[in-house]
């Protein structure tokens, strides 16, 4: 499997933009899929996931309200619709993917074996 993350770029706070990521290699059955960012000097931040068989989610509260994550099966692509952006979301934001991930194990990058470059999304003031 790999990954393929876009759609970063510049936006003024309160705006939206929309992340994709494109997978190639395997069907994604029995995968989940998830979204972290990483913003400067600071770790590697858990997002969001989303089961690729029955499509459940997974936010972190910070971004609840605002984000959200979807997948399209047909074009095995995963998306981050992100609304009200705020300065704090400015981060590097990279997509991962991994095989049969318990709920308890998603918001961890260590659970996700394949990863997606990342894709830069700055918010201004």
């Known amino acids: 499997v790999q990954l393929q993350a876009s759609g970063g770029g510049l936006v003024q706070a309160g705006g939206s933009l929309r992340l994709s990521c494109a997978a190639s290699?395997?069907?994604?059955?029995?995968?989940?899929t998830a979204w972290f960012r990483q913003a400067p000097g600071k770790g590697r931040e858990f997002v969001a996931a989303?089961?690729?068989?029955?499509?459940?989610?997974y936010l972190t509260n910070s971004v609840k309200g605002r984000f959200t994550i979807s997948r399209d099966n047909a074009e095995n692509t995963m998306y981050l619709q992100r609304n009200s952006l705020k300065p704090e979301d400015t981060a590097v934001y990279y997509c991962?993917?991994?095989?049969?991930?318990?709920?308890?194990?998603?918001?961890?990058?260590?659970?996700?074996?394949?990863w997606g470059q990342g894709t830069q999304v700055t918010v201004s003031s």
């Open positions: 991962a993917a991994g095989l049969n991930l318990i709920i308890s194990s998603m918001p961890s990058a260590s659970s996700y074996n394949v």
């Open positions: 290699g395997r069907p994604f059955s029995g995968f989940a």
């Open positions: 989303i089961r690729w068989t029955g499509g459940s989610t």
